[in-house]
Nanobody, 125 residues
Framework: QVQLVESGGGSVHAGGSLRLSCAAS????????MGWFRQAPGKEREFVAA????????YYADSVESRFSISRGNADNTVDLQMNSLKPEDTAVYYC??????????????????WGQGTQVTVSS
């Protein structure tokens, strides 16, 4: 059973930074791509970024590419999302997800089969 737990969310003013972390655990012995998604109230789930488990390949939504960075975390079995120059429109619940394969170039939620519970990010103006 794969489990994903996000942490690091919070409230910041526009222009601030947050670093999210996703910790993965469970009975899995293979490597998979990991992704970050976000969902604001009343809106559809939106792709943010993805990374191959090796960390060698990354993929970003156009809206965040110049500001966000996905990477393998400092601790084992973690994936981080560094968010800089945050804007009010970044406000959402952020979800960590594991892909069905190690292919990283997927932005559809259908290509991810395990999800964390989400962590709230609020950016005020």
């Amino acid at each position: 059973q794969v489990q994903l737990v996000e942490s690091g969310g919070g409230s910041v003013h526009a222009g601030g930074s947050l670093r999210l972390s996703c910790a993965a655990s469970g009975r899995t012995f293979s490597t998979y791509a990991m992704g970050w998604f976000r969902q604001a109230p009343g809106k559809e789930r939106e792709f943010v970024a993805a990374i191959s488990w090796s960390g060698g390949q990354t993929y970003y939504a156009d809206s965040v590419e110049s500001r966000f960075s996905i990477s393998r975390g400092n601790a084992d079995n973690t994936v981080d999302l560094q968010m800089n120059s945050l804007k009010p429109e970044d406000t959402a619940v952020y979800y960590c997800a594991r892909g069905t394969t190690n292919y990283y170039y997927y932005s559809s939620p259908a290509k991810y089969n395990y999800w964390g519970q989400g962590t709230q990010v609020t950016v005020s103006s």
